[in-house]
């Protein structure tokens, strides 16, 4: 079922503003209509659906710039702040880490497909 205009402007509102309060203003609705919005079924799909687009969005400028995020660590490991040197260090081992961890779960996940795909096919 599509949202209603105000649904939508709530939405919007909810995307936008820090509090519940402040997208009410925003959209013009009472801070309890969003409240009501927020437990209905089909406006909760639709916000968390919208939330994940937003976060993809954000997530792709991130990914854009990740060499001279990387450049910038690299830069920090030697540049004679002993506190900003441990700082890059930490967040590179944190990162390589998460990084090695999510190509292990991804290719398990990849082998338990394949696994359930040859499964189905026969």
Known sequence: MPLSANQE???????????????????GLSEPTLYRYLKDPAFQTAYRAARRQLYEHGVIRLQRDINKAADTLVRNLSCGNPSAEVRAATVMYEKCEKGIEMLDILERLEALEDAANSKNAT
């Open 9 to 27: 402007k709530g939405l919007a509102a909810l995307l936008e503003c820090q509090t519940i309060a402040e997208a009410a203003t925003y959209a």
